[in-house]
């Protein structure tokens, strides 16, 4: 069966499958650029997360490097008090100076008759080496 519609016109429907197109065209621009929108703010995320963890790991390793040396410098303090407790020790009073004084006779008069002090004047000779060395450790800023 075959209608005959006779001398009706014909509807042009290419105006209208054109403006789909033209829609289709435009939700398709805008797909793509909020798909491109998430992918730069993916991209961002992510350069912004690896830069928190290298931040992290390089806080990390600062902080094992500071406490080296906090631990270094403890000990170098540590070491720097014994020093000054023995020169404390050493010059803090006349007795204490003269045996001080006692032991440097003796280290030098075992050098035999061939050092600098092995004539009578060794006794004032080791006084004025003392009083020198204790003038030079307080200017040293080590006050006995």
Known sequence: MEFNFGNMPQLNINPAVDIMDKI???????MDAINEAADERRRKFDETREAAI????NTAEMKQDLKEVIHNQNSYIKMLERQNDILRNMFASGED???V???????????GNDSLFADKGLDAGISAVFI??????KSRGIDF
């Open 24 to 30: 289709n065209r435009e939700q398709q621009e805008v």
């Open 132 to 137: 020198a060395v204790q003038v030079w450790l």
């Open 97 to 99: 100076g003269v045996a």
């Open 54 to 57: 290298e931040t992290a790991e």
């Open 101 to 111: 004084q006692k032991e440097i006779m003796q280290i030098l008069q075992q050098q």
